[in-house]
């Protein structure tokens, strides 16, 4: 079981920036992939940014690319999604996932934190 937790969300007006970080413990061995999802009210949940831990090229939405990034730090089993240049459409909530297979269905899911972007 790997538990998640996130943080660093908050308000903040078009072109600023936010960190979030995701926080795991538990059987942290068995997760060898992590994303950050998104989902905006009356909207459906949509992957944000995705990083296998081992390494490799990051996976991002086209609507972020250019202005998030995700960065793992395998010493603190944290995981981080830097959001620049901010948009009103990137107001959702923002939730990480791992998972131990990296196929696109994720086993294990935090609670979630809200970013709000002003215009």
């Known amino acids: 079981q790997v538990h998640l937790e996130e943080s660093g969300g908050g308000s903040v007006q078009a072109g600023g920036s936010l960190r979030l970080s995701c926080a795991a413990s538990?059987?942290?061995?068995?997760?060898?992939?992590m994303g950050w999802f998104r989902q905006a009210p009356g909207k459906e949940r949509e992957g944000v940014a995705v990083?296998?831990?081992?390494?490799?090229?990051?996976w991002y939405a086209a609507t972020v690319k250019g202005r998030f990034t995700i960065s793992p730090d395998n010493a603190t089993n944290t995981v981080y999604l830097q959001m620049n240049g901010l948009k009103p459409e990137d107001t959702a909530i923002y939730s990480c996932?791992?998972?131990?297979?990296?196929?696109?269905?994720?086993?294990?899911w935090g609670q979630g934190t809200q970013v709000t972007v002003s215009s």
């Open positions: 996932a791992a998972d131990s297979l990296c196929n696109g269905s994720w086993l294990w």
């Open positions: 538990g059987a942290t061995y068995s997760s060898r992939c």
């Open positions: 990083v296998f831990i081992a390494g490799g090229n990051p």
